[in-house]
Nanobody
Framework: QVQLVESGGGLVQAGDSLRLSCTDSGRTFDRYHMGWFRQAPGKEREFVAAINWGGGTTSYADSVNGRFTISRDNAKNTVYLQMNSLKPEDTAVYYC????????????????????WGQGTQVTVYS
């Protein structure tokens, strides 16, 4: 099972960029698809992006497509979320999560498909 720790959040101005990292301290990272989700105060957790276990396939929410990029380095047990052109509505706690690579790709936008979660990192964007 993976143990995930996120980093890289912060307070930035609209239009700025941030890169989030999520590292697994275990040895089975490449057995998992990885996803990023976010949750703003008073809102449900929502899908942001996902990447398959090998890194060759990605998926994005419409709200971030073209601005955010998910990537992974299996040698470093790390998944990244590069966030450009940030907007105030991107403000949320961002979570990385792992789903077994047997999980159907079509279901990876659902939080229920992920069985391991990080603790979250706060991203705040001011205008």
């Amino acid at each position: 099972q993976v143990q995930l720790v996120e980093s890289g959040g912060g307070l930035v101005q609209a239009g700025d960029s941030l890169r989030l990292s999520c590292t697994d301290s275990g040895r089975t990272f490449d057995r998992y698809h990885m996803g990023w989700f976010r949750q703003a105060p008073g809102k449900e957790r929502e899908f942001v992006a996902a990447i398959n276990w090998g890194g060759g396939t990605t998926s994005y929410a419409d709200s971030v497509n073209g601005r955010f990029t998910i990537s992974r380095d299996n040698a470093k047990n790390t998944v990244y979320l590069q966030m450009n052109s940030l907007k105030p509505e991107d403000t949320a706690v961002y979570y990385c999560a792992a789903a077994p690579r047997t999980t159907s790709w079509n279901w990876l936008r659902s939080p229920s498909q992920y069985n391991s979660w990080g603790q979250g990192t706060q991203v705040t964007v001011y205008s």
